[in-house]
């Protein structure tokens, strides 16, 4: 069975793909022209076409085909997948994808339902003196209202199935479209699933409707917000409300705003943010999170001020921490949301709006007074909710900037600060994610150091090293220790990488091979092999004191639950990775 990724690798280069974006010249055996995804003067964006992929050592952007062409569209794989199989004209097994089965005219089908949709829910808001109504009170201009397609769904069981059926789509297509549920006693027939609702439709990146949110006119109606369900075109999980509207903006501000509804979010669009999203039908999550990282470094989160907002908030912290992403977030006062303060004292939410809060302003400002955080019980508490999250900070000097602000804040010592912070223990997952991550970095930039320069490979089987890999990469290291030591060894990584397990990060370590290349290629040969051996005392050093930790927390708890032969084994083990220290 044909793997269809590798199929429109093997007909379609990294460098065909890419002259389409940019205007490249030949570098030795790389090409090299001006980035697509930042402005520059000179070139640092390199495309490889032995590895298969490109890169820009300025914005530290690229990737294989599919990453290259998700980035420079601004689309997720499964649109890339696409686009590239109908490029080099193949065709989609839905079998052996993650697409769903249903085929593209049937999506087309339901994309032609939303439409009709859209058209009949704008037609009824025209009629609707209640509904224009409300959307006047909240200051939504008509224009805003065009922009973003608004409507209503009128106050009626069959008024939209019954225009949609008689403009010929069936049943199916409108319940599977997500505008109509199947009636409780007759499977066959169906009733609206959106009444008495304003109705926002969802854009995907090619300006089609996909999805509603509708907001509920009256209390009675409930859900306050009813959202389209999951289907073949929509998915809530990976869809963010607006961004269609603000992409260009976002990527033209270097910042995007994200806050919680659709009602914040055109009320922020009127007051001139146009780079504004909003999150719908669901939290906001790590994957919304990569995806506005593509458009941008910068994200300021707009939540609302009451107990709700605050937490949501709050929620993203660690993740926004675990990507080193420049977040700032915007405290607003008790119960106002952006809608509301922008409308009341636009001027207050203009001045909150420049305050420039990182994520410990936001807790301070957030969940404690000045009045109160100097005090014992409060500032326990405080330390409490930060330290565990400074401790996940990647760069010590990120840290030591938090430390000096806790400092100030609590009218404490740093030093006092700095030993809390050595005492604290996060939590096991994020424990291990820290490391886990760093050793990974340095198990595979060591990996591909010594694969670029194949008169190291030797070092491939250091026993010292091998055994303190995990055990994967113990296999991998004897693999390419075996490839580059053959004859038959080329400078095409593909065949290499075509040998390794299938969790392999491929496309990180191509990556690395490209950098290595681009940042080693004026080294002396003795510069080389100085080179070479502080790469082989650092991943030593490193996965060692990653052993050790883990050996030490593992004898604690044999410790504790009195385990004298695991006790034993492992202070054998602590004497053993000591030996090899030394």
């Not at 690798?9 to 940019?22: A, M, P, T």
Request: glycine share 4%; hydrophobic share 35%.
């Amino acid at each position: 069975m044909i793997d269809p990724v590798l199929e429109i690798k093997s007909r379609l280069s990294i460098e065909d793909l890419v002259k389409d974006y940019v205007q490249l010249k030949r570098a030795g055996r790389n090409l090299k022209g001006l980035c697509p995804f930042h402005e520059e003067k000179t070139p640092s964006f390199m495309v490889s076409p032995d590895k298969g992929i490109a890169y820009c050592f300025g914005c530290h952007k690229g990737g294989d085909i599919f990453k290259f062409y998700m980035e420079a569209e601004h689309i997720e794989f499964n649109e890339a997948l696409h686009d590239l199989a109908d490029r080099v004209g193949i065709q989609i097994d839905y079998k052996v994808t993650t697409l769903s089965p249903i085929n593209q005219q049937q999506k087309q089908q339901l994309k032609a339902v939303l439409k009709k949709t859209t058209e009949f829910f704008q037609e009824q808001l025209k009629e609707s003196a209640t509904a224009q109504q409300y959307l006047k009170e909240r200051d939504v201009s008509p224009e805003i209202q065009a922009q973003f397609a608004l409507g209503y769904a009128p106050d009626s069981w069959e008024k939209l199935t019954t225009y949609l059926k008689k403009s010929g789509f069936s049943i199916k297509d409108l319940i599977t479209a997500g505008v109509a549920i199947p009636h409780e006693n007759n499977k066959q027939e169906c009733h609206d699933k959106f009444r008495d609702r304003i109705i926002f439709p969802f854009f995907n990146d090619r300006s089609e409707i996909i999805g509603f949110t509708g907001r509920a006119l009256t209390n009675d109606n409930q859900p306050k917000y009813l959202n389209s369900p999951d289907s073949p075109v929509f998915h809530k999980s990976s869809f963010i409300y607006g961004l269609y509207q603000a992409k260009s903006t976002i990527k033209k501000a270097s910042n995007v705003l994200v806050v919680e509804g659709q009602i914040d979010c055109l009320s922020c669009v009127q007051h001139g943010l146009l780079n504004t999203v909003a999150v719908s039908g669901t939290a906001f999550t790590s994957k919304h999170l990569d995806m506005l990282r593509r458009l941008t470094e910068k994200i300021t989160f707009i939540f609302d001020g009451d107990q709700a907002g605050n937490n949501a908030a709050l929620r993203i912290i660690p993740e926004v921490i675990a990507k080193d992403v420049a977040a700032n977030f915007v405290v607003l006062p008790v119960d106002k949301d952006p809608d509301s303060l922008i409308r009341e004292n636009s001027d207050q939410f203009a001045f909150l709006m420049n305050e420039n809060s990182d994520w410990l302003d936001f807790i301070y400002r957030a969940f404690f007074t000045s009045g109160t955080i100097k005090e014992d019980g409060e500032a326990k508490r405080f330390l409490q909710m930060t330290i565990p999250l400074i401790k996940r900070m990647p760069h010590p000097i990120d840290q030591e900037s938090m430390v000096k602000k806790i400092a100030k804040y609590l009218g404490k010592s740093e030093h006092l600060i700095y030993r809390t912070l050595e005492k604290t223990r996060i939590s096991h997952e994020a424990a291990a994610l820290v490391p886990e991550r760093k050793k990974q970095d340095i198990i595979l930039f060591t990996l591909a150091f010594l694969c670029h320069f194949p008169q190291f490979c030797d070092h491939l089987i250091d026993r010292n090293i091998q055994e303190l890999l995990p055990e994967m990469y113990q296999d991998i290291y004897r693999i390419a220790y075996q490839y580059y030591s053959s004859p038959r060894a080329s400078s095409d990584v593909s065949d290499l990488l075509r040998q390794f397990s299938d969790g392999f990060p491929q496309d990180d370590f191509s990556l690395l091979l490209l950098q290595i290349e681009e940042h080693y290629g004026e080294y002396t040969a003795t510069r080389l092999v100085e080179e070479k051996e502080i790469i082989l005392k650092r991943i030593k050093r490193e996965l060692l004191k990653v052993q050790m930790v883990q050996v030490k927390e593992q004898l604690k708890i044999a410790k504790e639950n009195n385990d004298k032969p695991k006790e034993k084994e492992l202070l054998a083990k602590s004497i053993h990775l000591l030996q090899i220290q030394i």
